[in-house]
């Protein structure tokens, strides 16, 4: 959709500097496009500089975010670590960039097919004159951009859902900096989703579009690496092999649990040194993950939170997606794309300024994620009333009854929708039935 709209506003005025917004985004402050323009006019920068990029932030997000919605991470934290490289990638939204930019790299100038959509060329008449409006319909059509570089060379890149990644990943490799501007008053303000299912969709999403990247010719460990160096290739692998977290996540989730369930041990008993280096892990990763939350003007409920959200989608959405993509590779028919929704309902957003969780419907992804909390719960207390009776030795299997007893906690919606809720947003009686068998059919045959 950029796409034509870059052709469409070159034909009309041609400006050369150009903002991309989601449509459920409004500026909240004037002083946006100045400071967009000290960095623009910089004599230094300009000639590399291919756009300035503001973080996403948006309203009606509750107090603690139950479902993370902020991403502080993703759009907050990892940027500015970036933004000491060679810049921020592309988010999709909140960001001016240089119309130069699309048209190769600093050095290697690709021309349009017509002078009109040169990001040099100037626009001298009316942009309701007969002649402008006509090229505004020619380069807006569906089939304008056969045998052209648009979508390739020349413009937003094609070959992704994650067409903002794509593109800016691209525009780096191809030499061009940017600039992640995060001022104490935000630039831009948006909606976000309020619903487990639809977050969930959403990242479902994203993890299918960085599949399409990381398994491509464009990987950024290899192809990413040569063009930008590795700490830059690094940074973009991170995301492009995100749904890659399913694996640990899934393991910790139900391995320890199976194992505490049989009376097995896997870890080192508390009396050993090597308990330490597991300690040692756990504490430095959510330690760190902590301190870059608090430092950058989070909380420690909002962090609770997106470490739970963040363990949510290694059991869900990232197994879906990473699913539909190798299904989409072979061939085998999955659902098109969807957008995720953020309309609202009363009583939807009622309970959701409750700060409680949005189940709701019937998901597949739900299912998971209920099964690990089953798991969990079983272990828990199956591991505890083993230490009381004198069949466990608490010291032994301390790490296994503390990883069932950290999962129990991050279920807490879960034990919370199925068990104390009678509104429309509980969870369906059907997944929990679909989990409880499952779990019960592996913690019994293994």
Known sequence: MYVHKLRISAAMTNAPVVLTLDCDMYSNDPQTPLRVL?????????????????????RGINKPDIYACEAKNIFQITPVGMDGLAGPGYYGTGCFFSRRVFFGGPSAFVAPEIPQLHPESVVEKSIHSPEVLKLAHLVAGCN????????????????????????????????WNSIFCNPERAAFYGDAPISLVDVLNQHKRWAIGLLEVALSKYCPVAYGTLAMGPLMGFAYGYYAFWSILLIPITVYAFLPQLALFNGITIFPKVSDPWFLLYVFLFLGAYGQDLLDFLVNGGTVQRWWNDQRMWLIRGLSCFWFGSIEYFLKSFGVYTHGFSVTSKVLDDEQRKRYEQEVFEFGVQSPMFVPLTMAAFANFGAFFGGILGVFRGSNDLEVLFVQIFIAGFGMLNSWPVYHALLTRSDQGGLPIKTALISITITYIIFNSI
């Open 38 to 58: 000290c960095y623009l006019s910089d004599k230094k920068l300009r000639p590399k500089l291919g756009y300035v990029h503001f973080p996403q932030r948006f």
């Open 144 to 175: 304008y951009e056969k045998q052209t570089h648009w979508g390739f060379k020349i413009g937003m890149r094609y070959g992704s859902l994650v067409e903002d990644y794509f593109t800016g990943y691209l525009l780096q490799c191809e030499g």
